[in-house]
């Protein structure tokens, strides 16, 4: 008889129940070790509210990678599927099979019951999220296990009301063995991984026992750690697209050059280069894109190199490359640099450099682990490893370099003050601080006060670019709003009118970097913005907080961050959270997480929110209070939103 999860105490109840007693047992471990278990604890009644709110952010880092929502009802699992925009699967829905196809091939979220049953076998499920606790040890194992069946990196998340599992522990409500277990593996204070491992294989596993194992939140970080690697790999993938798309337009040969000295400039076409015979270069990078034969597990488009999970082209091989003529000649003169043969390594090539075959015929072959998730040939993870290790090298010496010359730098800014724009000046500033990132990192790492002299300078280069630039913005801010006062319109009007402007302006483009005073290369998303990675997870955080805050505008039965035109809710058929809507509070959420001090300092000024925090409430209220309420603002009556984004939005 076979069984996929058998606890070793009730091999006698099965024995008992099969009539079995001379029964010989043939075990394998059930630890799964890539898998990070985390346990996520949230205030009575927002179980839903926490599951979305997590969902979201999940969604945003999937892309073609897949995860699994278990929750324990049928009405749950729909009503999340709908929230979350994604395909449902349980027991009693029509058109399982066509959910579950789509799923399978455009990835993401799927909300499913235990009905997802046993044994199935997807590639590609990197993401487990249990709604509530689980009906038992084996039911948690097994749905969880259903994740990393490709070997993986996963994670198996669960979210449960606080205190929850200690009233069924006190209550001795909580069913049998199996569900006790469950409770402990939620209420322990040690590793969780330990809990599974005595109960389910009857030995003592811990996170820590073994290096391959990944850690739990006991032993690890949680979710903040999940969510951080998640944004680590989608700033990797926008550093190697941007990369690519300039080495496609400019020298290949140098820009591998550059791993060994950086002084070489790239930006040049191949026929100009000064350094290389550019038609002898891409007749060798011809010859040997040729000796490479791609295995097909490795989904590598066999006329370029490069993988089709990575570049826009995919499998459209009408289409024309999105990279042409750009694979073959990096990994052919990857190896004639001293850091590329030094990568080439770490990769895992371990024959001889000189032998042109074997290396191309390692190439070809699919790498041992997956690359942000999905397969790809050891020369797309080479490529991909190369670029990410000059673009670190590269951040590195400019970082030191910036530092050495920054007060030259400043009194130069402060000269050309009156001659320079503030914006210009600002965008500038927010420029080179991206540069110096890494060096400051380094340094708080290396020497305390070097670190503090540090943000001291930066301090001092913010303070004096902003203050050249606030008092005149915030007047223009004012006066462009008396002005709309004065045209003839009424004050409800001149509201309507600057939501829909915040609305177009703040829908395109980075929402960080817009927040911060930057006005050019917005394209990228917010979630993996490079400006600042700290201000990027304080925005994070600040959209995470106004999820719990009130949205403003009252309409007929429920309420929206945006009015007027901005409001799209009679567009997409919505009542509440509507695009608009949704674009106003990422808006406030940047600016009072990522904006300059001046607007947070308006905001703790103000009547209402002061009034709050006086009376003992938490900021989410002030907050609500101060946006939501009519005040009179010189001599106007109104809401808190419509002043805010009047002043700082636009």
């Known amino acids: ?42 205030k009575a009644g927002k179980l839903e509210e926490k599951t979305l709110e997590l969902c979201g952010r999940m969604k945003k880092h ?37 959910r579950l196809t789509a799923w ?57 009301e606080e205190g929850k599992a200690e009233r069924q522990s006190v209550s001795g409500k909580g069913g049998g063995v199996d569900e006790s277990i469950m409770r402990d593996f939620v209420t322990t204070r040690g590793c969780r991984r330990r809990v599974m491992g005595l109960y389910l294989d009857n030995k003592e596993i ?11 939140d006991r032993c690890g970080e949680g979710v903040t750690a999940l969510e951080r690697d998640y944004a680590r790999a989608a700033r990797e993938r926008q550093t190697v697209e941007e990369t690519l798309d300039e080495a496609t337009d400019g020298c290949v040969f140098c ?82 640099t001293k850091q590329g043969a030094t990568i080439v390594k770490t990769v895992g090539f371990e024959g001889e450099t000189a032998d042109a075959k074997e290396y191309a015929k390692w190439l070809g072959l699919r790498h041992k682990q997956r690359v942000w998730g999905e397969l790809m040939s050891n020369a797309s993870a080479l490529i991909i490893e190369f670029i990410i290790e000059s673009a670190r090298r590269q951040t590195g010496i400019e970082a030191a370099d910036e530092e050495e010359s920054r007060d030259d730098m400043v009194a130069s800014e402060n000269n050309e003050a009156l001659g320079t724009s503030g914006e210009a000046q600002f965008e500038k500033a927010i420029d080179q601080d991206v540069a110096v990132e890494a060096r400051c990192r380094s340094i708080q790492s290396s020497d305390g006060r ?46 309507d009118r600057d939501v829909s402007e915040v609305v177009r302006l703040w829908e395109r483009g980075c929402i960080v970097c817009r927040a911060q005073g930057r006005r050019t290369r917005l394209e990228h998303a917010w979630e993996t913005c490079r400006l600042n990675p700290d201000v990027t997870e304080d925005v994070t955080r600040g959209v995470g907080f106004l999820d719990e805050v009130r949205a403003p505008f009252r309409r007929q039965g429920f309420r929206c961050w945006a009015r007027g035109d901005g409001c799209r809710c009679a567009v997409e058929g919505r009542q509440g959270g509507c695009s608009g809507g949704e674009v106003v509070r990422l808006a406030v959420a940047a600016l009072l997480f990522a904006g300059r001090a001046e607007i947070r300092e308006w905001v703790e000024k103000q009547e209402a929110f002061a009034e709050s925090i006086e ?4 900021g989410r209220v002030g907050l609500e209070e101060l946006l939501s309420k009519r005040r009179a603002y010189d001599g106007e009556q109104q809401a808190g ?3 805010f984004l009047a002043l700082w939005a636009r």
């Open 1 to 42: 008889m076979l069984t996929a999860t058998l606890p070793v105490l009730l091999e006698f109840e099965l024995e008992e129940s099969m009539a079995a007693q001379m029964a010989r047992y043939i075990r394998a471990a059930t630890t799964r070790t890539k898998t990070r278990y985390i346990v996520e604890i949230c």
């Open 62 to 98: 999937l892309g073609l990678r897949k995860g699994v929502v278990y929750s324990r009802s049928r009405d749950q699992c729909e009503r999340l599927a709908r929230e979350l925009k994604c395909a449902y699967y349980h027991a009693g829905a029509a058109d399982n099979e066509e």
């Open 104 to 160: 399978l091939e455009r990835g993401g979220l799927i909300v499913a019951t235990s009905a997802l049953g046993t044994g199935v076998d997807f590639p590609g499920v990197v993401f487990t999220l249990h709604v509530d606790i689980p009906y038992g040890m084996i039911d948690f194992s097994q749905e969880s296990g259903r994740a990393g069946r490709a070997g993986e990196d996963v994670d198996s998340v669960m979210i449960v």
């Open 206 to 216: 811990e996170c820590g026992d073994d290096a391959s194992l990944a850690r739990c």
């Open 255 to 336: 820009f591998v050059e550059a791993a060994d000295d950086t002084s070489v400039s790239w930006t040049h076409r191949p026929e100009e280069c000064e350094r290389a015979d550019w038609r002898m270069w891409r007749d060798l990078d011809e010859r040997f894109r040729r000796l490479i034969k791609f295995e097909e597990s490795s989904h590598s488009c066999f006329k370029c190199g490069f993988s089709q999970k990575l570049c826009k082209t995919g499998v459209k091989e009408g289409e024309a490359c999105q990279w042409p003529d750009v694979a073959a000649a990096m990994l052919r003169g990857i190896l004639s």
């Open 450 to 495: 070097g670190a503090q002299a540090y943000q001291e300078k930066r301090r001092r280069l913010g303070k004096r670019v902003v203050e050249s630039t606030v008092a005149k913005s915030s007047r223009g801010g004012e006066d462009g709003w008396q002005q709309g006062q004065s045209s003839g319109r009424t004050t409800a009007q001149v509201a």
């Open 615 to 618: 009376q003992g409430e938490e």
């Open 641 to 643: 939103l419509d002043r």
